[in-house]
């Protein structure tokens, strides 16, 4: 293989989705030695476009395309990004349009969402971690489309309509889903998974 084959393979961006299990921190070192992404992905270059919080699990985009992870990360392109939320109690229809209309967090009101009960448990891997149940408190799972990115913003929405969150997973980001991919693995994005990133970016 000539050199310049090669010196192209190396320069061609690296965009994968990972799917980011429990307990990870979505960076490659941490001076204190918990996980992080090292532990799972030997691809020189790559690094998170957006966060997934330590004990928050799913879709992480991965991408040495700075040009990418700009669409995917500025709020003013507004990528829809889906989750997974199972919460403490079965939220009424006032908190359901709560959490749907905006939450105010701090001084600033969330974004329209789209929030829908799930009427059956998602058909998800089983966490290392078990989530802590209280006795006697039912549990439900919500699917929350966002268009913004607070800081734990699913987690303070449903704690500030009265329903903590206990697990979050993060099932979508725009056109890319995490679909099978299981806890721990990663897949290169598709050209055409890229395209859409753009497309859909620029939609808004």
Known sequence: ???SIISDRENTPRTIAFNKPYGVLPCFTDSDGRPTLAD?????????????????EGLLLLTSDGKLAHHITDPQHKLP????????????VKALEQLRKGVVLGAKKTR?????????????????VPIRFRKNV???WLEIMLREGLNR???????????PT??????????????DLQPGRWRELTSREIAQIYSVAARR
């Open 1 to 3: 293989m000539s050199e």
């Open 40 to 56: 799972y992905i030997d691809l020189p270059g790559v690094y998170a476009a957006g966060r997934l919080d330590l004990d928050s």
């Open 81 to 92: 990004k889906v989750y997974l939320a199972q919460v403490e109690r079965i939220p009424n």
């Open 112 to 128: 329209p969402a789209e929030v829908r009960l799930l009427s059956d448990d998602p058909q998800l891997p089983e966490r290392l």
């Open 138 to 140: 039912p549990t439900a």
């Open 153 to 163: 913003q699913v987690r303070r929405m449903t704690a500030a309509v009265g329903h």
């Open 166 to 179: 206990l697990r979050l997973v993060r099932m979508a980001i725009g056109p890319v889903v995490l679909g």
